[in-house]
């Protein structure tokens, strides 16, 4: 009774996997994984995290700008 009841979860665990949707193609490049998140749910966030990243850069340059002219 057992291995009955193992084959059945067996064979019920197959056909579901075999129902399942397949993965998603994998992006090949950047631009199109941008694009694909900016459709997604969290398309309202990317701006800005965009945004903030630009300002790190802005703020690490002029860091940088600064130790440059304190070593002067």
Do not use: H
């Not at 397949?22 to 800005?48: H, T």
């Amino acid at each position: 009774m057992r291995v009955r009841r193992l084959l059945l979860s067996a064979a019920a665990l197959l056909a579901a996997a075999a129902c399942a949707p397949d993965a998603p193609e994998e992006r090949s490049s950047e631009a199109e994984r941008a694009q694909a998140l900016r459709e997604s749910a969290f398309g309202g966030l990317v701006e800005p995290m965009d945004r903030a990243a630009g300002v790190e850069q802005l703020q690490l340059d002029r860091k940088r700008e600064l130790d440059e002219a304190l070593e002067q």
